[in-house]
């Protein structure tokens, strides 16, 4: 469902439309700016069936990209126009213009992974040996299909990995359905070899469908929970 214009700097370029433009805003709240100082300490998860703050929920996407062995915070502002959110991998840091979208966390988790497990060569990293020439025409496939003509920074494959962790995040069926050969790789090859990256995968998902599911007074309270902590 295509929204507001959203703006991206994956490569530390210039600013070009980020794939999360055409995400539904689901579940997005003003949660101000008190969990600025806090994403980056050690936190416990949420007691089992308890309520999920955003800011646990955060730690959870962080989690994903530690278990691939980098230490990528996710801030919150300063963010130019009408980007909602970017990936730094100079500074490799994830920043963010709402707490609460966790679309744009995971499009840009996606970027973040990619920098951990393979660095950030000019000439990208998706193409022969890394994966075939099919899985090479799905990424390109679904970046293309967010940017249109003006091809993005990092090049349309890595735009539209990007949008395929967006959507594995989600819902796996979703992502083997819009890109299987990419699904088949990423389930049975990349995850298989790392899988506590897996695992990190599976908490977050679980994480995010309590915290939307929850009800607004339940996220409320975690919310005050989490800013309080020490």
Known sequence: VPGPKNYSRAQGGSDKPNPGSHL???????????????????????????????GHLKDAYINIVKQAGANVPIRHGHIRGQMRGYYMNKLRVIRIRDHANPSTIAHEVGHALRDAVFGWAKTGVWKRPLVHGAIQKELARMGRALYGPSKPNGG???????????????????????????????????????????????????????WTDQGSRQRALAEQAYAARV
């Open 24 to 54: 539904p805003n689901q579940g997005r709240v003003d949660l101000g700016n008190n969990l600025e100082g806090h994403l980056d300490a050690p936190t416990q998860p949420p007691a089992p069936g308890g309520p999920v703050s955003f």
């Open 156 to 210: 349309y494959k890595e735009e539209g990995w990007a949008e395929f962790i967006r959507i594995y995040m989600k819902n796996p069926d979703k992502a083997r359905f819009a890109a299987p050969e990419t699904y088949d790789w990423f389930h049975n090859v990349f995850l298989a070899a790392r899988p506590d990256v897996a695992e990190a995968f599976e908490q977050a998902r679980d994480l995010t469908d309590r």
